[in-house]
Structure formats: C-alpha cells, structure tokens
C-alpha cells in the first residue's frame, strides 16, 4: 500500500480563485512533512515543512499557505490563485526520529492556472 | 552562487556510452540525494549518501562533503535512461533540502 497519497491528481483554476491541494501519509507515526513546488521545466523549491501537528515552517514565499491539522495531514492552500502558481506539487515525508532518511516523495498534483 | 549548481544542464549520451552528472556544493552539506524524474513527474529516487560512494547496477554515486562536490556516474547508457536527473542536499537545518537546477539526459539509439 502507499504510504504517501496526494490529492488531486491534476486541478486547472482560474486566476483569483482558492485552492486546496492535500497530503496523507498512512502508516508513519509523526512523520516530518514536506511541501515542494516545480515550474514546468524547472527544478523544484521546497516550499514548507513541518514537524508537528500544528506547526509549519516556510521556506519559500509564494503567496501560499500550508497546514498540518493531523499529524498524518499536510494541507497546501491559497485563497487567491496567480498565474505563477502553475506547476507540479510534490509532497514528501521522513521519520522524524532519523534525520539521515532522505524525504520520500508523493506522486504530485499538477496545477494549471488560466 | 547558488547553493546547489548541478552540470551539465543537459546531455546527449548514445546507447551504450557512459557519462557523469556532477553537483557543486557552496557550503558544507550533510548528505545528497539523486533522482530520477519521469515524464510523468515522479521521482525516483536513485541514491542517498551521507558520505562515500554507492553503486546500483549500472548507477554509481559519490558524495565528498569536504570537498563540497557529489557525482552520479551512468554507464551503458539505456534509452529508459532519458528524463531528468535532480541532485539534492541537506545541510545544517535537517529539514532543508535544495535542489540543483537539473540535468536533462536524452539516449539516442
């Protein structure tokens, strides 16, 4: 079974308009997680992470937001979409009690923003 | 500079050719990991290194966090190779992670 699921798939929006993508990670017990963000054909920038229920950390300012309202849940959000906010969102998680696991990565959501 | 640079930005191999992708560190990094992404976007991830070298198959992948450099070394070359290879590194904040600019590799028959 996958430990990671990201929802949606794909998602097209208008300029101006909210968005939700979401991140389940099954199985791992407060695991870190990881927002990533990749323009079409360009490399990736993380975005967020977190550590804790309730607690998040940018990395990135993109005019996005991010949540951890369970510890198995990661929530990328804005209320206003832009043009810029096109991409692929990846998401990722590592254990918390080893620091030397390397993240592990979700399928991603690719976004079109018309 | 930036803290990751990865090169070459793109590489045209031969079936059969062996090649390297190489990434420059500005600081110190704790470890390094490479992937693979397909047409579809997922990554695959390749090899994590704390440090030295790792093999796996035709893949091969050194890590020398004093000289502030890493390598992914590809030998005979496969079309299923194409696509596009990341490196990335934690430094000091273990839940950082930046990644290079990417390499785009196309095996030609």
């Known amino acids: 079974a996958q430990t990671i699921h990201q929802w949606p798939v794909a998602e097209i929006k208008a300029v101006g308009s909210p968005l939700s993508l979401g991140c389940t990670i099954k199985g791992k017990s407060s695991p870190n997680l990881y927002w990533y963000w990749q323009a079409t054909g360009g490399t990736l920038q993380q975005l967020f992470y977190s550590i804790t229920v309730g607690q998040v950390e940018s990395v990135v300012q993109l005019n996005l937001s991010a949540s951890r309202p369970k510890d198995d849940q990661f929530i990328l959000s804005t209320e206003k979409l832009l043009l810029s906010h096109s991409g692929f969102y990846l998401c990722?998680?590592?254990?918390?009690?080893?620091?030397?696991?390397?993240?592990?990565f979700g399928e991603g959501t690719r976004l079109s923003v018309l | 500079g930036m803290p990751v640079e990865q090169n070459p930005p793109a590489l045209s191999l031969y079936e059969g050719a062996d090649s390297g992708l190489r990434c420059n560190f500005s600081?110190?990094?704790?470890?390094v990991q490479w992937f693979q992404q397909n047409h579809r976007g997922r990554l695959i991830t390749l090899f994590y290194l704390a440090q030295g070298t790792k093999e796996n198959g035709r893949l091969k992948s050194t890590f020398n966090s004093k000289e502030r450099y890493s390598t992914l070394h590809i030998k005979d070359a496969q079309l299923e190779d194409s696509g596009t290879y990341f490196c990335?590194?934690?430094?000091?904040?273990?839940?950082?992670?930046?990644f290079g600019k990417g390499t785009h590799l196309h095996v030609l028959p």
């Open positions: 600081t110190t990094m704790k470890s």
């Open positions: 990335a590194a934690r430094g000091t904040n273990a839940y950082k992670v930046i």
């Open positions: 990722a998680w590592s254990l918390r009690t080893n620091n030397n696991q390397a993240p592990l």
